[in-house]
């Protein structure tokens, strides 16, 4: 049996060689051979020097490394694709995964497990951002199809089924975290203390956040453009009823000249709307857009320590 674990990193300098002991600490302990695959997002950092020294060190310490930065899903989607285990491991180069969870990981995928998640609490987190992430939360499972849990996120352990069927969604636009529910399978959740990021700095910024969230609502099913048809339809009728009153009036007492008030908010409001309706066609269309060009999701500048022939057939 082998084990994978794909570690995205993206200016992780400060933390690598670190995780680096750790994880062998963990791996030494386990029994069972395994591989780690580094994917290098475009650092611009020591990081490539430092994966390189390492993968030169130890052959089980393998890397890919992108012509530049192409997001956390595309290193998460190279990591899978390059990754030779029968299990295969998620999980961040920050430490804030904590590797001492792989054991008792590794144990529950053996039970027959094809999906085993690490579950984070929030604690210590910044209470804006917790709250925000609640009530995300709130919305979002009302709006998709599949279920999305606040606290889980991308560490975890794959059979070798759940990351080929991953690897079949060939879809450009990549949202992990529904992903991942998509494919099914049965899981394991196993809990741990949210831990603080202690070196290094989240890449996540409150706009990349909100661009993050619109993505989860937008690439998984149509409802917001269902929602569009509901409230355009409400607003049509409410239209028709208040022209209707508008006329009997007239035809009872004669045309009434103050109408400003009632005629601003309708353009306002409708407008408002057919803006915001705009917006969520336009996003669909974009996602369209990106689909039928077809490009690749990343594109590899250097690999270190693959078989040969693994590598050409990723090409
Ligand atoms: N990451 C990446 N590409 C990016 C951004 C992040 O590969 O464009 C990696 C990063 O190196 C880390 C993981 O994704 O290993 C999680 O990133 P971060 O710690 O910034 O996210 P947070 O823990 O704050 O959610
Ligand atoms: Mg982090």
Same mark, same amino acid.
């Given at each position: 049996m082998k084990l994978s674990i794909v570690v995205p990193c993206y200016n992780e300098e400060s933390v690598l060689p670190r995780f680096y002991e750790e994880i062998k600490d963990i791996l030494h302990q386990l029994n069972t051979s395994y591989e780690v695959v580094f994917v290098n997002?475009?650092?611009?950092?020591q990081t490539q020097h430092i994966l390189q020294t390492l993968s030169e060190q130890d052959s089980l310490i393998k890397y890919v490394s992108f012509s530049k930065n192409f997001g956390k899903e595309s290193a998460m989607l190279a990591g899978l694709s390059y990754s030779s285990g029968e299990y295969v491991l998620i999980m961040d180069a920050?430490?804030?995964?904590?590797?001492?969870l792989i054991p008792a990981m590794l144990a529950k995928a053996l039970e027959g497990y094809d999906q085993v998640i690490a579950k984070r609490d @929030?604690? !210590?987190?910044?209470f804006t951002r917790s709250f925000l992430t609640k009530l995300y939360y709130k919305l979002i499972n009302s709006l998709v199809d599949v279920r999305l849990e606040n !606290?889980?996120?991308?560490?975890r352990l794959l059979s070798r089924r759940a990351v080929d069927a991953l690897l079949s969604?060939?879809?450009?636009? @990549?949202?992990s975290k529904g992903l991942f529910s998509w494919i099914g399978f049965n899981e394991a959740i196993i809990e741990y203390k949210n831990i603080i990021r202690e070196e290094g700095a989240s890449k996540w910024s409150f706009a990349s956040l909100l661009n993050y969230g619109i993505d989860g609502v937008i690439s998984f099913n149509n409802k917001p453009l269902r929602i569009a048809i509901y409230l355009g339809l409400t607003v049509t009728l409410l239209d028709i009823l208040y022209v209707l009153y508008m006329l009997i009036q007239i035809t009872m007492k !004669?045309?009434?000249?103050? !109408?400003y008030f009632t005629t601003i908010a309708a353009i306002l409001l409708v407008g408002g709307l057919q803006l915001f309706f705009m917006g969520i066609i336009g996003e669909y269309i974009g996602r369209i857009y990106y689909e039928v060009k077809?490009?690749?999701p990343y594109i590899v500048a250097k690999t270190a320590n693959f078989e040969k022939e693994t590598e050409r057939e990723k090409i």
């Open positions: 997002d475009g650092s611009k950092d920050d430490l804030q995964h904590p590797p001492s @929030r604690s !210590g987190e910044k !606290g889980i996120g991308d560490f969604l060939k879809e450009y636009n @990549r949202f !004669g045309i009434d000249v103050p !109408g077809r490009r690749p």
